[in-house]
């Protein structure tokens, strides 16, 4: 296994054998786990993020439940789901790309 994908896999194992459908998913319960995410220590500069560290996280999150492998797949899946997504997450800047998501992902240490 490649070494970027390392933290991806640590959080699928998680949710591996979960038969979980997204649409039937109320989007206030969602706020819910924002409520978690948006707790999250985001250590990064922030002149320079454009993209919310909850919001990626919870894209993460749904993309995985979503059985999403890899990087650019939890990209087309926030991408394909965009209109849904922006019913409970902020997305300032419109969806991340796979590179900002996977970047922030690994070098995040979750407090």
Request: include cysteine; proline fraction near 2%.
């Amino acid at each position: 296994m490649a070494k970027k994908y390392k933290k991806l896999e640590e959080i699928k194992t998680m949710f591996e054998d979960m038969e979980i459908d997204l649409n039937q998913i109320e989007t206030n319960e969602l706020q819910n786990f924002m409520i978690i995410f948006k707790d999250q220590n985001d250590t990064r500069t922030q002149g320079k993020v454009k993209h919310l560290m909850s919001d990626i996280i919870m894209i993460c999150f749904l993309a995985i439940l979503a059985r999403c492998d890899g990087w650019d797949e939890i990209a087309m899946f926030a991408n394909s789901k965009e209109e849904w997504l922006k019913k409970f997450l902020e997305l300032p800047n419109g969806i991340p790309t796979h590179d900002t998501i996977q970047r922030v992902i690994v070098f995040k240490e979750f407090s």
